[in-house]
């Protein structure tokens, strides 16, 4: 599975961007996708994610504000950021899961997928 992210750049508290996240590759294989970020000398948390059902999660930080949408017939998912504040200030990378599973359905592995990251800068 590879994963590219683009969308990324400057914008101004209260404003909004929109990522986007290409899948290619062994896309029939993803269950879950979502965005996490690192900023700097932090480690890198989860934004936020959507499973293969539509059932999206949040952190706290960005409830309300971050919008995680997906869609499967063009292996895209998205990050909707409205009211972006200078903590938002981050890399954003795009991650992809893969279950496998045994004949019973059984969860065997798990896998996950990373793209190269996009620069979210939010000036205040």
């Known amino acids: 599975v590879q994963l590219q992210a683009s969308g990324g750049g400057l914008v101004q508290t209260g404003g909004s961007l929109r990522l986007s996240c290409a899948a290619s590759?062994?896309?029939?294989?993803?269950?879950?996708m979502g965005w996490y970020r690192q900023a700097p000398g932090k480690q890198r948390d989860v934004v936020a994610s959507?499973?293969?059902?539509?059932?999206?999660t949040y952190a706290d930080s960005v409830k309300g504000r971050f919008t995680i949408s997906r869609d499967n017939a063009k292996n895209m998912v998205y990050l909707q950021m409205n009211s972006p504040k200078p903590e938002d200030t981050a890399v954003y990378y795009c991650?992809?899961?893969?279950?496998?599973?045994?004949?019973?359905?059984?969860?065997?592995?798990?896998?996950?997928?990373w793209g190269p990251g996009t620069l979210v800068t939010v000036s205040s």
């Open positions: 991650n992809a899961q893969t279950t496998t599973r045994d004949w019973l359905g059984a969860i065997t592995g798990v896998k996950d997928y």
């Open positions: 590759g062994r896309i029939e294989s993803i269950s879950d």
């Open positions: 959507v499973a293969l059902s539509g059932y999206t």
